[in-house]
């Protein structure tokens, strides 16, 4: 079974602090995705990654940014936290195999405060 | 460009009814559909997707789905609710703009069974 990690279950953050989001997975997948997921609105793409310190923007950009140095984790990172930034946000995996067939793996999810 | 619509943001059944959650698309392409679900505190988990080979999908834990290209639509159903099944459902499709699967999701479907 395919396992992605999210290092924090519960974060709380003070506003103007940087905040790193860490996700690893154990599958060798190509690639990770960022969303986050809000009451109303389901899951937004922030920031998803094809290759090792490759990546492009999803539909939510503004306000993070994403690492990638290792093919296994991908972080997020919220420059200057702001409390719009309260959510859970979601990572996931795929492999490049299989195309626009390929499901993506989750994990468990970071919900985070922002105060 | 692809979009999904779920909808009815609550469903609530009794224990041995039938589970019905609506998703239409909306693509300008052969879609690829999944259905994830979602419960307490976890992340996101695959229930099943559509890939054209068969238009009655069989998924995990006794759902099905039917994709229905002359209504646009990939309604999940269970013949049976158990209490179980309350979660979080969401429909996605597969964005087909780029060389990487992203899923565009729908916002949600909580469904609550009645004892």
């Known amino acids: 079974d395919v396992k992605v990690t999210q290092s924090s279950r519960y974060l709380v953050k003070r506003t103007g602090e940087k905040v790193f989001l860490e996700c690893v997975q154990d599958?060798?997948?190509?690639?990770m995705f960022w969303y986050r997921q809000d009451p109303g609105l389901g899951l937004r793409l922030i920031y998803f990654s094809y290759d090792v310190k490759m990546k492009e923007k999803g539909d939510i950009p503004e306000g993070y940014s994403v690492s990638r140095e290792k093919k296994e984790r991908f972080s997020l990172i919220l420059e200057s936290a702001s409390t719009n930034q309260t959510s859970m946000y979601l990572c996931?995996?795929?492999?490049?195999?299989?195309?626009?067939?390929?499901?993506?793996?989750f994990g468990n999810g970071t919900r985070l405060t922002v105060t | 460009a692809q979009s999904v619509t779920q909808l009815g943001s609550h469903v609530s059944v009794s224990e041995g009814a039938l589970v019905l959650l609506r998703c239409n698309y909306s693509?300008?392409?052969?879609?690829?559909l999944f259905w994830y679900v979602q419960y307490p505190n976890q992340g996101l988990q695959l229930l099943l997707k559509y890939t054209s080979a068969a238009t009655l999908v069989k998924g995990i834990n006794g759902f099905e789905a039917e994709f229905k290209k002359s209504e646009t639509s990939f309604h999940l159903t269970k013949p049976s609710a158990h209490m179980s099944d309350a979660a979080e459902y969401f429909c996605?499709?597969?964005?087909?703009?780029?060389?990487?699967?992203?899923?565009?999701f729908g916002t949600g479907t909580l469904l609550a069974v009645q004892p």
């Open positions: 599958m060798d997948h190509e690639n």
């Open positions: 693509s300008s392409v052969p879609p690829y």
């Open positions: 996931a995996s795929s492999p490049l195999t299989g195309g626009y067939n390929s499901p993506l793996h």
């Open positions: 996605a499709v597969s964005d087909r703009s780029g060389a990487t699967n992203k899923l565009i």
